[in-house]
């Protein structure tokens, strides 16, 4: 006696083995030995059960036990009608899966053309590709229906009841979508394929226990008390079931494409790292940037082009984190360290975009009074007007706020145009790049100043809440990683710009006090370029600023040396033209305006974020009012306690620097702690996504090393404020 996995097809080399061919005759023989079983009731496996999974792959274990069958059953074979052909033997059904297959390989190579999503387009016409669909169709149908017969006569019903039986061929459609990640764990994943399995099979976010209970109670499952059984141990199959392979692959018409690169679908992702890294920007910032330039000249260029992959770098492990895992930093920080760490991280995070927040309204203010000389107060409330709107237009969906914000934030690169005629010599920015001033405190705080704003916690929440809200697939990772890649280069291209150009336009050297920048000497500089006004055209041979207005004369009287920088702010009035004034006025306002204003707005998104993830409640805040009243009331209140602070105290003075330096300092270090730990855990991130080798522990290093520089930079400012 043969076993099934003995039984054969012959056919002949001049009529070719097709898989409909052969399940055509094996489901003819397996009809003929299963007749007793034509009265069970049990349900066959549906097409998707047995022919894929979201890989494009079918599990050799599970075909093993489905097609294993009895030592009772006789070979059977078809020969064609060509008697003097040679013969093909196919061996059991695995085989005919395999020439599946091969026929599907084949046609694919035939002209075809795949889109993103998978679908093929081909060169025949539409109703060829009915027929072929329909003749694919009907194969797997038949294989459906042979894998039926022979699983009915199986050696499941020598070991166990026909109730443990018929709930084993059941429950192995959820065993295999929860391993496949086509096992949906919140409806809240938005269509997408669900969180990423880990090692060991388990779903992050979701504990072994919940695992058991969904799976027992999916509809598919009929007996719930054999199910729990079953969770815990599956029953085995035939002790003379054959040994297939674990895996067997069968080509993927949609997993193939994607690797493929589809711009339009870039742009449709576009968003979350360019939005953040342009926050990045932000007035404060571009104040810092004005004045390493005016300081250090180009000295402090090079640190600005190698925070570009330090900003890639942490920025991209929140996009992973986020389209493994579906969940936003708070949530796994409270998943996997505790609630505590939860708390005091969110804490922080909200006080921190407080913070930020009064500091964007306190630099929007002093921008307008620079330049229009508008008081700030006036100002700030058409700020604070602005940004409700903005909050209420939140409404029509979060892709209209980014789409709102990436447009705002892009104005700050009309500083990336204004270096072209700032008059800056490459060669000296070049030599610029190797001149270190370590020994000199002012330079270590500024250097500390820029390095501290490249990772900013704030950013770091928000992207991976914004992933999360975007519903990003794990497939769009690629994506998603350019977005982000982009956004750290513009941003820190912004910044550089800043730098060579006051560093060719004001340059007055670290013991100047003309060094500390404002936006009115930032506008005057720029009106200087636009006006084509050189050095030489000034004074003959003069080759900076400093050659034509040098510091006074230390041993002047106060008087005397406050007479002497009059002079100078007259004569500076005289280097540009009315028209290329207001020029220059109008360009920094608006770019100064574009970085405040996208600052604010992430600023009022995330700490809502973070909030509503801490409690539990939904976290989509784009919605109208009676959807999500409490998200609103957050958003809102948010943006009242920056404006209150920039209405009632003046937070120019030492002590707001402080207090920014200080929560910078304590959360910098547990949220770029908690980053790494999270995307370096197999209990988070599958190892495909997790950090690992050399990359981790250089992300170990960097991230210290910026946390050092920004703890450092807490403590000169609280030693010697400004």
Known sequence: MESTDNCSIQTTSTCTPTATNIL????????????????????????????????????????????????????????????????????????????????????LTQGEQKNYYGAVETENPEEEKKDEMAQELHVLENVGETTSLLHDSSSYTNQV???????NSTTSIAVRKRNTNEY?????????????????????????????????NSPLVPNKDAALSHCRHLVPTSSTQTNYPEKLEIPSSSSNNKNKWNFSRFLRILGPGMMVCLADTDGPCLITAAQSGSQYKYSLVLCQLLLIPVLYAAQELTARLAVCTKEGTTALIQQQYGSFWAWFAVTLHVIMCWIGQAS??????????????????????????????????????????????????????????????????????????A???????????????????????????????????????????????????VGAVLAQLVMASMVIGMGSLRFYGNDDVRSSMTFGDIIKAYAQALSGTTWDSIQPGATSILDIQPIPDPTLSLDQQNAIMMKYETDIDTWY?????????????????????????????????????????KRDLFRPFHERPVQYFLQYGGLIAAYTCCMLLDISQS???????????????????????????????????????WYKWTLAIVFMIICAYCFYGMVQEIINPV
């Not at 939140?394 to 145009?417: D, H, P, W």
């Not at 900013?456 to 990683?481: F, G, I, N, T």
């Not at 033209?577 to 220059?584: E, I, V």
Request: hydrophobic share 35%; glycine share 6%; charged share 20%.
């Open 360 to 433: 964007e309204f306190g630099s929007i203010g002093q921008l307008y009074k620079d330049a229009f000389g508008i008081d700030r107060r006036i100002t700030n409330t058409v700020q604070f007007t602005f940004l409700c709107f903005i909050v209420y237009i939140g409404r029509l969906g979060y892709r209209i706020t980014e789409i709102v914000g990436m447009a705002v934030g892009s104005l700050q690169f009309v500083f990336v145009i204004l270096m072209f005629v700032s008059q800056v010599k490459v060669d000296e920015v070049i030599e610029g790049l």
């Open 655 to 693: 002590w707001f620097a402080i207090l920014t330096q200080t929560i910078n300092g304590l959360l910098i270090l547990p949220v770029a702690l908690f980053l790494w730990l999270l995307a370096s855990s197999p209990n988070v991130l599958p190892k495909e996504y997790r950090l690992s080798g």
């Open 577 to 617: 033209t009315p028209t290329s004034y207001q020029t220059a006025k109008w360009v920094t306002v608006l770019g100064v305006s574009g970085a405040c204003t996208v600052a604010s707005m992430v600023l009022t998104i995330t700490s809502v974020w973070s909030v509503t993830e801490i409690l539990h409640i």
């Open 184 to 216: 949906k764990i919140h409806e809240d994943d938005g269509g997408d394929e669900g969180r990423v399995a880990l090692d060991d099979g388990t779903i992050p976010g979701i504990t072994k226990k919940q695992d058991e209970e969904e799976m027992i």
């Open 24 to 107: 055509h005759h094996e489901n003819e023989r397996i009809k003929d030995d299963g007749q007793q079983h034509d009265n069970d009731d049990t349900p066959s496996p549906s097409l998707e059960d047995i022919s894929e999974n979201s890989s494009g792959e079918i599990d050799g274990r599970e075909m093993s036990r489905i097609f294993s069958t009895n030592s009772n059953s006789n070979s059977s074979t078809s020969t064609c009608s060509n008697p003097n052909s040679s013969t093909h033997t196919a061996t059991s059904i695995k085989e005919a899966c395999v020439l599946i297959s091969a026929e599907k390989e084949e046609e």
């Open 161 to 167: 009841d026909k109730e443990q039986a018929h709930y």
């Open 435 to 485: 001149e270190f001033h370590f020994k000199q405190s002012n330079y270590e705080i500024l250097l500390a100043g820029n390095i501290g704003a490249v990772i900013m916690p704030w950013m770091l929440y928000y992207q991976q809440s914004a992933v999360c809200e975007r519903q990003l697939k794990r497939e769009d990772l690629k994506y998603e990683r350019v977005d982000t890649f």
